[in-house]
């Protein structure tokens, strides 16, 4: 099956920006998402991008997209205490069919002041 | 109210006890799963259903099942509990082809 990493842990200091990365395997054109788990909370999408894109930006997240690399990374601009968080990459190909979206392990982002 | 709704929440239970976590959705998805997530292992798939007559193994299937009642409705039983069956365990949906999935809070799973 398809396969996606990412690191585990990330420390920064509030105010600084934050770079979570992660790496895909799908060939094929794809949806590329952002989940971000608060402590004591459920998944909540943040942000996708399709893979025929190389950029998108919204607000202080700013998703780039390598597609020969096949690595996406997710920058927080103004990292502040409230981004401290559990932050999943995941893929999945439009139209459904009998595909179930592919999520890595989740990045630990720790904001310290 | 939320979209996904999980219960209960929280269960502390002993070994060999049988449990039910049941996941209710309002959005209409007929796309609907179950998950385990455990601290570096992320999310691991348990079952997933496509729709009301559809039921699939995902990657740890093994001591568990599943019963998808209605469109809305999916829940996950565990026949005899055991302790690395301690997690968290999330519901989540997903509208045909969209591939967004919306999770619900989480159940919390203490075997003894």
């Known amino acids: 099956g398809e396969d996606v990493e990412q690191s585990l842990f990330l420390s920064v200091r509030e105010g600084d920006s934050s770079v979570i990365n992660c790496t895909y395997t799908d060939s094929s054109s794809t949806y590329l998402y952002w989940y971000k788990q608060e402590p004591g909370a459920g998944l909540q999408l943040l942000t996708y991008?399709?893979?025929?894109?190389d950029m998108k930006q919204d607000q202080r997240l700013t998703v780039l997209l390598n597609k020969k690399d096949k690595h996406l990374s997710l920058r927080i601009a103004d990292t502040q205490t409230g981004d401290s968080a559990i932050y999943f990459c995941?893929?999945?190909?439009?139209?459904?069919?009998?595909?179930?979206?592919?999520f890595g392990r989740g990045t630990s982002l720790i904001v310290h002041p | 109210d939320a979209d996904v709704t999980q219960t209960p929440r929280n269960r502390i239970t002993k070994t060999g006890k049988r449990i039910m976590l049941e996941c209710s959705q309002t959005?209409?998805?007929?796309?609907m799963y179950w998950y385990r997530q455990d601290p570096g292992l992320g999310l691991r798939l348990i079952y997933y259903?496509?729709?009301?007559?559809?039921?699939n193994k995902g990657e740890i299937s093994d001591g568990y099942s599943v019963s998808r009642q209605a469109q809305a409705k999916f829940s996950l039983s565990l026949e005899s509990a055991i302790p690395n069956q301690t997690a968290l365990y999330f519901c989540a949906t997903e509208g045909t082809g969209s591939g967004e999935l919306f999770f619900g809070e989480g159940s919390r799973l203490t075997v003894l």
């Open positions: 991008i399709f893979s025929n894109m």
């Open positions: 995941a893929e999945s190909p439009p139209g459904g069919g009998s595909y179930i979206p592919t």
């Open positions: 959005k209409g998805h007929d796309r």
């Open positions: 259903s496509f729709d009301v007559k559809d039921i």
